[in-house]
């Protein structure tokens, strides 16, 4: 079982920038570097939603079209971390943001149903 703790949300300006930060650790010790992760997010009264996506294997990302451009996912498997790194926030952005993983190397995808393995989430607002 991997445990995951976001971190970096908060409340910003419309065109500002936020980075996540999820830290992974697995209990038994096993590697992190073959785990697939993804960021998903949820507004109040909306289903969850897949925001990007990078696989183990090659670095493969994966975006959803309403952040393609502003949002850059990317990690540090020496940190057993993965940041989202957020710009030119808009108010829709709003939402918690939700770190999850899944232990398919090859996997890229958005659907929530592939992810098994989630953190608790950071909450973020963009609002002037």
């Known amino acids: 079982q991997v445990h995951l703790v976001e971190s970096g949300g908060g ?4 065109g500002g920038s936020l980075r996540l930060s999820c830290v992974a650790s697995e209990a038994s010790g096993f590697t992190l570097d073959y785990y697939t992760y993804a960021w998903f997010r949820q507004a109040p009264g909306k289903e969850r939603e ?3 996506c990078i696989s183990a294997s090659d670095g493969w990302t ?3 079209d ?3 451009g502003r949002f850059t996912i990317s990690k540090d498997n ?3 971390t993965v940041y989202l790194q957020m710009n030119s926030l808009k108010p829709e952005d709003t939402g918690f943001y939700f770190c999850a993983a899944a ?8 659907n929530p149903v592939d992810f098994h393995n989630w953190g608790q ?6 609002s002037s």
Request: glycine share 6%.
């Open 62 to 64: 994966s975006y959803a």
């Open 78 to 80: 020496a940190k057993n």
């Open 66 to 68: 309403s952040v393609k």
């Open 103 to 110: 232990p398919h190397a090859e996997l890229v995808s958005l």
């Open 121 to 126: 989430g950071t909450q973020v607002t963009v």
């Open 50 to 52: 897949g925001v990007s």
């Open 11 to 14: 409340l910003v300006q419309p």
